[in-house]
């Protein structure tokens, strides 16, 4: 019966000359004319800018990716695989829980000052080298740290991998449950797209960063990393924002082009 219907059709294609529709292709989550609207975006920003994006495969795109910058609260995402390495063969533990949950989904400075002070700069390290990162430092501070673009955005997008089995899931249950007010920044951009945010965010008086993981599926998915030095936070939310929606920029989109470049980095 099977073979009857492939004749048949065989047959319609071959009277009519209409072919059977090819498969649909999928969108890419990130192209390259979008990098570059982001390139030209941060180039034309007041502060220093950098950003980096790296998908499954690896190919790493981005602007002045290995410019290094004091991590603020970033590097609490590394405290936190570091924690969960540690208990890779056991359940957590509450004490442990009720540290993690308040560091990661409301940036809480304290519960990160207690797991810092039993993992240390050479938890980092060991984080930092699982992760292949190449420009990580930690003078014994979590938030004087210097970290890049470019080896944030290589961390979460192996964040997955660096986790044990047991406790991934609770990993990235956390990064997605970052409370309403740190959900700027990237995560408007990645809605638009219908993307899933793993998110963790940085910032102080001179420092504005955001890093996500940013997934379609398990098989499709993108990290970003938006490092500024700015004073202003709000100008450095936004820098964040734009860089976001131009790199996740759907193919065929030029609505955005290369607007918001208003303001030029002194030199």
């Known amino acids: 019966m ?115 002070s039993l993992v240390g700069s050479p938890g980092l390290y060991a984080v930092a080298e699982a992760a292949k990162m190449r420009d990580f430092s930690s003078a014994n501070s979590l938030f004087e740290s210097q970290i890049s673009a470019e080896d944030q955005a290589r961390f979460f997008v192996k964040l997955d991998g660096l986790v044990p089995r047991r406790h991934r899931s609770y990993a990235r249950r956390l990064l997605k449950s970052v409370i309403p007010a740190q959900r700027w920044g990237i995560p408007p951009a990645a809605r638009e797209r219908r993307l899933t945010p793993f998110i963790k965010g940085g910032w102080r008086s001179d420092v504005v960063h955001q890093v996500a993981l940013l997934e379609k599926s398990r098989r499709r998915r993108v990290a970003l990393a938006v490092l500024s030095e700015t004073a202003d936070q709000g100008y450095g939310r936004a820098t964040i924002e734009g860089v976001a929606r131009r790199v996740l920029d759907p193919p065929g989109d030029r609505r955005r082009g290369d607007r918001g470049r208003t303001r030029r980095r002194a030199q």
């Open 2 to 116: 099977n073979s009857l219907v492939g004749g048949v059709v065989a047959a319609v294609v071959a009277a009519t000359g209409v072919p059977e529709p090819a498969p649909a292709k999928r969108d890419p989550l990130v192209n390259d004319r979008g990098v570059k609207a982001a390139q030209a975006f941060a180039q034309g920003r007041e502060d220093f800018v950098s950003f980096a994006v790296i998908g499954t495969k690896g190919k790493v795109r981005g602007y002045d990716r290995a410019r290094t910058y004091p991590a603020a609260s970033v590097t609490k995402a590394m405290l936190m695989v570091e924690v969960l390495r540690r208990a890779e063969g056991r359940a957590l533990t509450t004490a442990e829980t009720d540290l993690l949950y308040p560091m990661i989904t409301q940036s809480a400075n304290q519960p990160a000052r207690d797991l810092f």
